[in-house]
């Protein structure tokens, strides 16, 4: 071959190796660490994954929207492929639709709460103490990283709910009793209000519960009913308009805008139901 063409193929492959990915100087450059999808069973769950692991690294999603009841989430074929490209299936004990969907495999990282609602700060950062810990198992070559935002995440949502306790002191309501539904009582005891009657999901309240809970109400004096969006969001409210009390819908998991914002907008609803003079609020 002449040497000409041999210089002319030599330009040609030079030319075209650099065409690729790792020549170009885009996100797709070899040397870019390639993203790993988290899929959590819910909002407060994805938040809490999202806090810990290294977002150039991890991508998170949730399956249900934070204003559905788990109990009563269809799952969806968009669910299901998100399931089927996750690296880690997240989710809490209990949660009907993620049996559903197929995700019983090693992949999946199943959370028991103990009972308690993640949405009470103390309990939040617990969560936050466990999933680091296990995700730092699944993933021990972000451990180091992992601890590092632990400890920021915590310090976060301590100094934010120290903030609402503040604010809540300053209005007056510790030691306030309320009636509420059970899913609500562990953050409505952070936040100091008392807890002197309780319900369940409002499919299951009988007309005898209604008559115990007024009953209660009136002789504890109750300032007001508290339900929970995702078991009913109207479960107590016959229970108010027959006590004249404020009647008022918090939520049990972060909204887009996040955990500390949505415990906050739940303790505005509270202050917000107080200081109304009709005596009603709604989130």
């Avoid at 999603?61 to 799952?75: F, K, M, R, S, T």
Wanted: proline share 7%.
């Amino acid at each position: 071959m002449a040497a000409g063409a041999v210089l002319l193929l030599s330009i040609a492959v030079m030319a075209l190796a650099c065409l690729l990915p790792a020549c170009s100087g885009k996100p797709g450059d070899a040397g870019q660490p390639e993203m790993r999808t988290i899929v959590a069973s819910d909002t407060i769950l994805s938040e809490i994954i999202t806090s810990l692991l290294p977002p150039d690294r991890y991508r998170v999603e949730a399956i249900l929207p934070p204003g559905q009841c788990p109990g009563h989430y269809d799952v969806k074929p968009t669910d299901i492929e998100k399931m089927k490209k996750a690296v880690v299936i997240v989710s809490f004990r209990g949660m009907p639709f993620m049996g559903k969907a197929g995700s019983d495999d090693e992949r999946q990282l199943v959370i028991d709460p103990e009972d308690r609602n993640w949405m009470a700060p103390g309990s939040y950062v617990q969560g936050l103490e466990l999933l680091a810990a296990r995700l730092s198992e699944r993933f021990p070559g972000d451990r180091a990283e992992i601890a590092r935002r632990k400890e920021h995440a915590i310090r976060l949502a301590t100094q934010g709910a120290d903030r609402l306790l503040q604010k809540i002191a300053g209005a007056g309501l510790s030691g306030r009793p309320v009636i509420a539904s059970s899913m609500q009582k562990e953050p409505l005891e952070w936040m100091g209000f008392q807890v002197v009657a309780e319900y369940g999901r409002q499919e299951a309240m009988s007309a005898r519960d209604v008559v115990r809970l007024t009953e209660a109400g009136k002789h504890r004096g109750a300032v007001m009913v508290v339900d929970n969006l995702q078991s009913g969001p109207d479960a107590g409210k016959g229970i108010s308009e027959t006590l004249k009390v404020p009647h008022v819908v918090l939520t049990n998991f972060p909204s887009e805008r996040g955990y500390l914002a949505t415990l906050g907008e739940n303790v505005d609803a509270l202050l917000g139901a107080l200081e109304r003079p009709d005596g009603m609020a709604r989130k």
